[in-house]
């Protein structure tokens, strides 16, 4: 019987052997992002009212999202991450509050306590454009 030589059945294509040690990959860290849906009518509303109103409320959406609520407490670290300085929060905040948009329980020493309409306005003549027709 013939001897049997390993050598003979070496591949001679090269193996990269660090594929074979991977290990698992590890998840990306979350971003933030601003979960939905988020009606159009009310991004509408909110464009069209002064300074950073829209920014705050986008803000709130994103509160929204995280507690997953209908009544947020935002917090000035919010307002500084998405780089929206304390008094134009406020006004914001009193700007969509005027437009109907929200309703601000305030009490002296806390976060407001803001909770967001998530029902239209009840309109005079329906606006076609805003409902894709």
Known sequence: MAEIDPKDYESTIPVNLDVLNMKRRVPRQLRPFLRGPVPIWWLAKAAELPGKALAVGLALWYRKGIIDAETVRPSWKLWKMLGIGRHAARRGLA????????????????????TISTSPPQASEPDSELRGG
């Open 95 to 114: 700007n969509l509050e005027a437009a109907g948009l929200v309703t601000v329980e305030r009490k002296i020493g806390k976060n407001p306590l803001v």
